[in-house]
T-cell receptor, first 112, second 113 residues
Framework: KAGVTQTPRYLIKTRGQQVTLSCSPI?????VSWYQQTPGQGLQFLFE???????NKGNFPGRFSGRQFSNSRSEMNVSTLELGDSALYLC???????????FGQGTRLTVV | QKEVEQDPGPLSVPEGAIVSLNCTYS??????FMWYRQYSRKGPELLMY????GNKEDGRFTAQVDKSSKYISLFIRDSQPSDSATYLC?????????????FGAGTRLFVKA
């Protein structure tokens, strides 16, 4: 059974650009959650999608957005990148009503 | 004050030692208490979880939850160099919008051979 797949694994962008990250959940999982991980802040919750609907959202500016497709794959987009957006972006998928058990390897975003 | 507090360490122990990792929290609505292990350049992997209070044991790992003190612990017995990783505590509450999961900052553990 394939795990949670995130692409790309590494990304370097310039300030002001935008970026799109992708997450393919485990087959059958309809819930996808996104987290930002930085050395100083740990894992910070971005948003959660379930059946193509954003169900929960963290305290991030509107530059951070996401969506989920009918096949449960999810994308997150960050517009007008800032240096402080450099982080490891993680997604996790789960079955409805279950804790976060499966994370992807993450996408390492570096903004220069 | 953060909802979940965890000492970032680093914590360095000799091989074979008993390791104690801890977190405190402030939100009494948390019902699920989890521990994740994260190796460098990898995503977190779920080690153990506990629903409500009590202890849970899995091999060399024991998780304890004390809801009255809002304190959770993970013990690792007979620690091995392969246990060297960052350990994240996390807690979840459940509402009509699904699970809300908050993570601690993570404790870096080094087990020396």
């Amino acid at each position: 059974k394939a795990g949670v797949t995130q692409t790309p694994r590494y990304l370097i962008k310039t300030r002001g650009q935008q970026v799109t990250l992708s997450c393919s959940p485990i087959s059958g999982h309809r819930s996808v959650s996104w987290y930002q991980q930085t050395p100083g802040q740990g894992l910070q919750f971005l948003f959660e999608y379930f059946s193509e609907t954003q169900r929960n959202k963290g305290n991030f500016p509107g530059r951070f957005s996401g969506r989920q497709f009918s096949n449960s794959r999810s994308e997150m987009n960050v517009s007008t990148l800032e240096l402080g957006d450099s982080a490891l972006y993680l997604c996790a998928s789960s079955l409805e009503g279950q804790i976060l058990a499966f994370f992807g390897q993450g996408t390492r975003l570096t903004v220069v | 004050q953060k909802e979940v507090e965890q000492d970032p360490g680093p914590l360095s122990v000799p091989e074979g030692a008993i390791v104690s990792l801890n977190c405190t929290y402030s939100n009494s609505a948390f019902q699920y208490f989890m521990w994740y292990r994260q190796y460098s350049r990898k995503g977190p992997e779920l080690l153990m979880y506990t629903y409500s209070s009590g202890n849970k044991e899995d091999g060399r790992f024991t998780a304890q939850v004390d809801k009255s003190s809002k304190y959770i612990s993970l013990f690792i017995r007979d620690s091995q160099p392969s246990d060297s990783a960052t350990y994240l505590c996390a807690m979840s509450s459940v509402n009509t919008g699904g699970f809300k999961t908050i993570f601690g900052a993570g404790t870096r553990l080094f087990v020396k051979a």
